[in-house]
């Protein structure tokens, strides 16, 4: 079974700049999140969905960042402008009832804002 | 709104030496609770859960992790650790009521010496 799929891997974009990152669920998973990891802290949620609806952006800086999930399946977050404090691990789970509600975890964008 | 506090950011120890990294939670309404492991650049993976039952959990690589309702607390335990388990471990807590959000520690990285 493929797991979560995110892209790019890595990204270096300079503080103003625009940058988006790609994700694709487990096949068949109704909820997706988007998590940020700053480095030396835990994960933080940004924005929930269940399948193409928000369930939870409450911690998403809206000023800046955006999401979408229109068809209920991949998604895509988006940083415009970009900070120099948005320097983080940027991951993507998803979790379906088969899963009895575990989360499973991309391997996540690293975004380096200079 | 329930929040996670692992004690210890670095825990060193020696190959074949017992390991115990704590994590206390802080909630109003019954939780779920869980540890995840993410290997050097790798993404985040389920070590194991506690959802009901039996409070004391056990994966399969040979931790364990007891509920401890009075104390607030979910303590992951190994009695003898390899030098493969070096990485870091985040305390994780869900509400019961609620598939999703995982509220996260800020996690402890565990370092086996030779």
Redesign the interface.
Known sequence: EA??AQSPRYKIIEKRQSVAFWCNPISGHA?L?WYQQIL??????LI?FQNNGV??DSQLPKDRFSAERLKGVDSTLKIQPAKLEDSAVY?C?S?GRESG???F????SRLTVL | AQSVTQLDSQVPVFEEAPVELRCNYSSSVSVYLFWYVQYPNQGLQLLLKYLSGSTLVESINGFEAEFNKSQTSFHLRKPSVHISDTAEYFCAVQRSSNTGKLIFGQGTTLQVKP
């Open positions: 797991g979560v909820t999140y030396g802290q835990g994960p933080k949620l929930q369930v939870d991951l789970a979790s509600g575990e989360l975890f991309g391997e996540g």
